[in-house]
């Protein structure tokens, strides 16, 4: 199983940036992706999701990126898609791209990527 | 938003002994189903993060029975029966409840 982010790197405040993650050795059209992301020294932070097909690929965002942000997904090429917009140098982290385990009770995150990331400096 | 609170915010531990993990949320995790949405991840030193407990007392697959979860509603633990070398790291709570997902700010786990 591996989960590969890319895409991250030096912008300016006001860019925009697009993160994909490369997913392989599991069933990717049915799995939940999230993306999480983590300021140097700090703890983590969900950033947004999107379903699978059985859910109609439903997104969510939190509050803080909401607008600003759109996770997407291409089913064909196993990759998932965090497109960052009006970027803030608040917005500096490594990011992960998170498997998340829906069952009929239990829910977690199982498959974590090695993060990338992105630094919004002028 | 449902607000996750750790503590303490760093845990200094002798090989061999106890530790305890404090974990409060604003707003009950336990769902009409009878299970608490509660996870617990660790990060060691320079990974990503790894599960150790979903539903609040599962543990995942892999993960020592010395690491147990208990707790209900919005007071959670994690417990460290016999802390050794390899449990470094940064131990985070997560409510798994609703969107957003909430980590509460993690407990640092080190060797004295």
């Known amino acids: 199983v591996q989960l590969v982010e890319s895409g991250g790197g030096l912008v300016q405040p006001g860019g925009s940036l697009k993160l994909s993650c490369a997913a392989s050795?599991?069933?990717?059209?049915?799995?939940?992706m999230h993306w999480v992301r983590q300021a140097s020294g700090k703890g983590l932070e969900w950033i947004g999701r999107?379903?699978?097909?059985?859910?109609?690929?439903?997104?969510a965002y939190a509050a803080s990126v909401k607008g600003r942000v759109s996770i997407s997904r291409d089913d064909s090429k196993n990759t998932a898609y965090l497109q960052m917009n009006r970027l803030r140098t608040e917005d500096t982290a490594v990011y992960y791209c998170?498997?998340?385990?829906?069952?009929?009770?239990?829910?977690?995150?199982?498959?974590w990527g090695q993060g990338t990331l992105v630094t919004v400096s002028s | 938003d449902i607000v996750m609170t750790q503590s303490p915010l760093s845990l200094p531990v002798t090989p061999g002994e106890p530790a305890s993990i404090s974990c409060r949320s604003s707003?009950?995790?336990?769902?009409?189903?009878?299970?608490?949405?509660l996870e617990w991840y660790v990060q060691k030193p320079g990974k990503s993060p790894q599960l150790l407990i979903s539903?609040?007392?599962n543990r995942a697959s892999g993960v020592p029975d010395r690491l147990s979860g208990s707790g209900s509603g919005t007071d959670f633990t994690l417990k460290i029966s016999r802390v050794e070398a390899e449990d470094v790291g940064i131990y985070y709570c997560?409510?798994?409840?609703?969107?957003?997902?909430?980590f509460g700010g993690g407990t640092k786990v080190e060797i004295k």
């Open positions: 707003q009950s995790l336990l769902y009409s189903n009878g299970y608490n949405y």
């Open positions: 998170v498997r998340r385990v829906v069952g009929t009770t239990d829910r977690y995150f199982d498959y």
């Open positions: 539903l609040a007392s």
């Open positions: 999107i379903r699978s097909h059985v859910y109609t690929y439903a997104t």
């Open positions: 997560m409510q798994g409840l609703e969107v957003p997902l909430t």
């Open positions: 050795g599991f069933t990717f059209s049915d799995s939940d």
